[in-house]
């Protein structure tokens, strides 16, 4: 079984007026970058094997992270939920350029899963997770 843990807040950037956001960006052209790349409710932060948070609590902060298990599954078929966005230029050549969009690329749809006093799920599949891909 593969564990989930799952950014479960709402960013401080998330707060903030179109109009300041465009205010700070004005002053800092880099600062779009940064808000691009912010955590999101529902980002996979990390996935590790069964009993890692669910047992031990290692590093698992309730409410500030959601934990999602899903049986069947290994961390080794699930660790790519934990990429980030990207845009590759010049791929595969010595001029490979990444550029960071979002710090994570999937989601997911916490409100669609029922959460325990614990914060935490068990789903009988993957696709009961409700991961989406923010790429589109």
Not at 5 to 34: C, F, G, R
Not at 75 to 104: C, F, W
Request: include cysteine; charged fraction near 30%; glycine fraction near 4%.
């Amino acid at each position: 079984m593969a564990e989930f843990l799952i950014y479960n807040k709402t960013h401080w950037m998330d707060a903030m007026s179109q109009a300041e956001v465009d205010a700070k960006i004005t002053v800092n052209p880099k600062w779009q970058t940064k808000y691009e790349a912010r955590l999101q409710k529902g980002d996979i932060i990390e996935v590790r094997e069964d009993g890692y948070w669910s047992v031990k609590r290692k590093g698992f902060a309730a409410p500030t992270f959601a934990l999602v298990c899903v049986p069947g599954v290994s961390v080794e078929d699930a660790k790519h939920y934990m990429e980030p966005q990207e845009t590759i230029v010049n791929a595969g050549t010595k001029n490979e350029v990444r550029s960071l969009l979002k710090r994570r690329r999937y989601q997911v749809d916490l409100q669609q899963i029922s959460l325990s006093a614990e914060n935490s799920a068990t789903v009988s599949r993957l696709a009961d997770a409700r991961i989406r891909d923010k790429s589109g």
